[in-house]
């Protein structure tokens, strides 16, 4: 994986010199499409079928969801609903609309966590002058 360099200042510490920080750099995005075709190239089953496998089941996956049901892939991870509300001082006084932030939370499993933490390796990119010196400091 490429990793980028970025430079930060502590924001407690203003006069500090900035510290670099490791950002992932993504190399594009694989859809279904791609997947399918992956996966056809492996198995007795066409792109066609695969994907029509994968798009009935991302349509299906919301529904168990809204349901209060967690969906576990087994060896992918965990898709769950989670959100936040405001508070309200008694239970009475509570409404549905205090409900806020809605989001779908992915925990992975550990069998895919450890297939990526065993796998990876890390290229740094490096940023450099015009002149080929040493790399610019955005503070200066």
Known sequence: MKVKLIPRKNPQKRDAAPKYY???QY???IDIDFIARQIAGRSSLTAGDIKNVLS???EEMPTYMLLGRSVKLNELGTFRISFSSEGAAEESAFKTSMIKGLKIIFTPDVTMKSR???GITYEVIRSKKADGGEPENPFE
Request: charged share 35%.
């Open 56 to 58: 009935n089941f991302l």
């Open 27 to 29: 190399e594009g995005t």
């Open 22 to 24: 490791a950002e992932p």
């Open 116 to 118: 990526i933490k065993d």
